[in-house]
């Protein structure tokens, strides 16, 4: 088990952007690789796209088979035909983030210098550091390049929210309508905290190599699956722990004092050894900072101010068992939104399925959101 | 200082009475903040039948997601905690019905709605009527009306006041009524337009049309 091999590489359908993108940090990325996926037709004004933002661990393969686990798209159940983000209707695109490890620029990819030629070896942790206003950067390069002006709409959660938040801070005028799902303004010390015991998993796990695992073929996948483990818990309730697994055990109605007994401890570790095969180590050290970075408000010189004249509507949802973006956070951020004078909805939806409950079959989310996006696509005339 | 109503150009038929004289109160493409919008019904009805940028504000989350769901902007707050997050002057009319009685500070409520807003429309139940009076005076008991159904011990209404009251605490924290209107049910104003104190003993219902000194 512990000399698992690198994944196949895949072939990603992407973008390669010359000019490269400048990062916060001041180096350039060049060229830039976005690699995404799109359903629905774009209409002749170009007026009836929707992006897409996806999580920490997710990626483009939002409403379709996903080409490395063969599991369904991560929002095929409100993505697609008839369904709340309707395809029939929008051309809905969905791009891996900068730092991701599908297809776009990012850790696992080759190493360019400054003139953009490929040094013939993979980032790794040589990769720069970047922020959630990077990523978003990297998304509305794309975007330009398929000459679309301005986006309908704009929806992600958790990480994605972050996007969708930083989408409408930073580019106002191209996003119609925003929808931030279970996520926050910025990440909070609780937030930092779990990402930093995954983080030093990965590190502490000599199969590491100090981020030069490419050099061995193998990857770090006991340090990768423990931050996956703990990462998991965060995503989870305790009702929704208690729900699943109370204190079942594994095969057998009597504690034998043995290793693995609870059932939910195979649990964790299945989704452990799961995410080792479709997910790189340093892009999860990568993109974890990012999102540690984020800071919407010191960033734009405060919240209301990062809003202030927002030509763009909102909606905010949060789920009411979510502890890891709670539903104060949210209500924080509307404030602002209203303190700015922006058309914002919220609601926050009761559920005792945790973080999750955003990815999962919730129908007053799905009926919240498919009513904000046809409501917004109403009021463009489409 | 007020822009004359337009006229009426359709009513919806299950639309509640004060939701329907409230409507006849505003403009066409004012900037409205309903608080206790319920499920959007007056939201609805200003969007498509006036224009309006109508916003809204619920505390029963079934009914704010019900709103949201048919595409209009209402929020999960409370008036009691949340109007204080609105800049000055963020509407041309804030509008809070049937919901005064039941907040845990109305005045307030009622200060917050004409800061945000140019003008207040408030309609809320007269505890006033004669109904009420008589029940109390005759049964000894907290009165039980069409208007006033749940019992003491699990009313939501914290707050009643009589037309008159209402009048006093305008005058008291120096709000304009520009106009004013009671109703029974079934939505008869006459005959008790001018006098308050015969509105107080009549109406079963109380409108507002308030706005700053």
Not at chain 1, 183 to 209: K, L, Y
Not at chain 2, 53 to 66: C, L, V
Not at chain 2, 109 to 134: C, D, K, T, Y
Not at chain 2, 144 to 168: G, K, L, M, Q
């Amino acid at each position: 088990m512990n000399q698992t091999a690198a994944p196949p590489p895949i072939e990603h359908q992407r973008t390669v952007l010359r000019d490269g993108l400048r990062l916060d940090s001041g180096q350039l990325i060049r060229p830039l690789h976005v690699a995404w996926r799109s359903y629905g037709t774009l209409n002749a004004d170009r007026s009836n796209a929707i992006l897409i933002c996806h999580a920490l661990t997710g990626d483009q393969y939002v409403a379709e088979r996903h080409p490395s686990t063969g599991k369904p798209g991560w929002w095929a159940n409100l993505v697609g035909p008839g369904l709340p983000v309707d395809t029939d209707r929008f051309f809905v695109i969905c791009a891996n983030v900068l730092g991701g490890c599908m297809g776009s620029s990012g850790p696992r990819e080759e190493m360019t210098d400054a003139d953009g030629n490929g040094l013939g070896r993979p980032w790794g942790t040589d990769f720069p550091s970047i922020t959630i206003r990077d990523m978003v950067r990297a998304q509305k390069m794309l975007v330009d390049h398929l000459g679309i002006d301005r986006l309908l709409a704009v929806i992600g959660g958790s990480m994605g929210g972050m996007q969708v938040l930083e989408w409408a801070a930073t580019f106002p005028q191209s996003v119609f309508a925003a929808a931030p799902i279970a996520c926050a303004t910025h990440h909070s010390a609780q937030n930092i905290a779990f990402h930093e015991v995954g983080r030093a998993a990965i590190q502490s796990d000599p199969d590491w190599m100090g981020g030069r695992y490419w050099e061995t073929g193998r990857i770090p996948e006991r340090g990768l699956s423990v931050a996956r483990m703990v990462a998991h818990i965060t995503y989870l309730s305790e009702a929704a722990l208690t729900r699943k697994f109370g204190r079942e055990l594994q095969g057998g109605s009597a504690l034998t004092f043995l290793e693995d007994v609870f059932q939910v401890q195979s649990y964790l570790r299945h989704q452990g050894s799961t995410f080792v095969r479709r997910f790189d180590a340093n892009s999860y050290l990568t993109i974890t900072r990012a999102m540690d970075y984020f800071d919407l408000a010191t960033e734009h010189g405060g919240l209301a101010k990062a809003f202030s004249g927002t030509p763009t509507r909102f909606l905010v949802a949060s789920f009411s068992s979510d502890w890891l973006f709670p539903t104060s956070e949210s209500r924080t951020l509307v404030r602002a939104l209203n303190a700015a004078a922006a058309r914002v909805s919220f609601i926050e939806i009761t559920t005792d399925k945790g973080h999750d409950a955003f990815l999962l079959d919730e129908p007053d989310f799905h009926r919240a959101l498919g009513g904000f996006v046809a409501g917004a696509a109403r009021d463009l005339g489409l | 200082m007020m822009r004359p109503p337009a006229p009426v150009q359709y009513v919806a038929k299950n639309m509640r009475l004060d939701l329907r004289l409230i409507a006849e109160m505003i403009p066409e493409r004012a900037r409205v903040l309903d608080i206790g919008c319920g499920d959007g019904a007056l939201m609805a009805h200003l969007v498509t039948e006036k224009a309006v940028d109508a916003r809204g504000m619920e505390i029963d989350m079934k009914e704010a997601t019900e709103a949201v769901a048919n595409g209009l902007a209402v929020i999960h707050g409370d008036a009691d905690t949340d109007l204080a997050f609105y800049p000055d002057d963020a509407f041309d009319y804030v509008v809070l019905s049937r919901t005064l009685q039941a907040v845990e500070r109305p005045r307030e409520v009622l200060s917050q709605m004409l800061r945000i807003g140019r003008h207040a429309i408030v309609s809320f139940p007269n505890f006033g009527h004669w109904e009420v009076r008589l029940k109390l005076l005759l049964g000894g008991r907290m009165p039980d009306t069409e208007t006033w159904s749940r019992p003491w011990y699990e009313t939501p209404n914290i707050h009643p006041c009589t037309i008159v009251d209402f009048v006093a605490l305008a005058e008291m924290d120096g709000h304009v009524i520009e106009r004013w209107l009671a109703v029974d049910e079934r939505g008869l104003k006459a005959p008790w337009r001018r006098s308050v104190r015969l509105a107080n003993m009549f109406g079963q219902q109380a409108l507002f049309l308030l706005r700053r000194k």
